[in-house]
T-cell receptor, first 115, second 114 residues
Framework: NAGVTQTPKFQVLKTGQSMTLQCAQD?????MYWYRQDPGMGLRLIYY???????DKGEVPNGYNVSRLNKREFSLRLESAAPSQTSVYFC??????????????FGPGTRLTVL | GENVEQHPSTLSVQEGDSAVIKCTYS??????FPWYKQELGKRPQLIID?????GEKKDQRIAVTLNKTAKHFSLHITETQPEDSAVYFC?????????????FGTGTRLTIIP
């Protein structure tokens, strides 16, 4: 099993450009999450998807959109990138489903720089 | 919403000594408290977790304690080794179906001095 995979690993954008970060998991997990990690601020939830077909906002959703394409894939889109979105982005997944399987498994991260 | 505070932000201990990291949370409905370890340039990985129906959990050299009344929980690492050097994050959530968002603390950079 590859676990949680993310593409790309690195990306440099100019202000105003758009891009989509891709995430996929092969663990048959129900829930998927997008976080951003900034120095001194820990991990902050951007959006999450409790199950296929549902998405909801997290702590810092402004400037982002998400799509839960199917059970495996959860993408994050920046429509008009801003320098404040320079960060490391992590995707995560968990089995969830109310069974107490709460452990979140993280992908390797995408380091995004917006100039 | 939930707010998690974590202290200290940095911690240096001699190899072989113990390390303690403390977190407080604000939402009394939170019932799941994981700890993640993140090595430099790597992804966070779960090292131990505890649920609100348990006061303490231990796994070899690491242990977590929970005080629901005071709304705080702590990570204890004994007999520290160089490979314990990393950033540690605590988190809290209300682990119910469809509402399992984690709120993370801001992290503790632990350095083990040989």
């Amino acid at each position: 099993n590859a676990g949680v995979t993310q593409t790309p690993k690195f990306q440099v954008l100019k202000t105003g450009q758009s891009m989509t970060l891709q995430c996929a998991q092969d663990m048959n997990h129900n829930s998927m999450y997008w976080y951003r990690q900034d120095p001194g601020m820990g991990l902050r939830l951007i959006y999450y998807s409790a199950s296929e077909g549902t998405t909801d906002k997290g702590e810092v959703p402004n400037g982002y959109n998400v799509s839960r394409l199917n059970k495996r894939e959860f993408s994050l889109r920046l429509e008009s990138a801003a320098p404040s979105q320079t960060s490391v982005y992590f995707c995560a997944s968990s089995k969830s489903g109310g069974r107490g399987d709460n452990e979140q498994f993280f992908g390797p991260g995408t380091r995004l720089t917006v100039l | 919403g939930e707010n998690v505070e974590q202290h200290p932000s940095t911690l240096s201990v001699q190899e072989g000594d113990s390390a303690v990291i403390k977190c407080t949370y604000s939402d009394s409905a939170s019932n799941y408290f994981p700890w993640y370890k993140q090595e430099l340039g790597k992804r966070p990985q779960l090292i131990i977790d505890i649920r609100s129906n348990v006061g303490e959990k231990k796994d070899q050299r690491i242990a977590v304690t929970l005080n629901k009344t005071a709304k705080h929980f702590s990570l204890h690492i004994t007999e520290t080794q160089p490979e314990d050097s990393a950033v540690y994050f605590c988190a809290a959530s209300k682990a119910n179906f469809g509402n399992e968002k984690l709120t993370f603390g801001t992290g503790t950079r632990l350095t083990i001095i040989p």
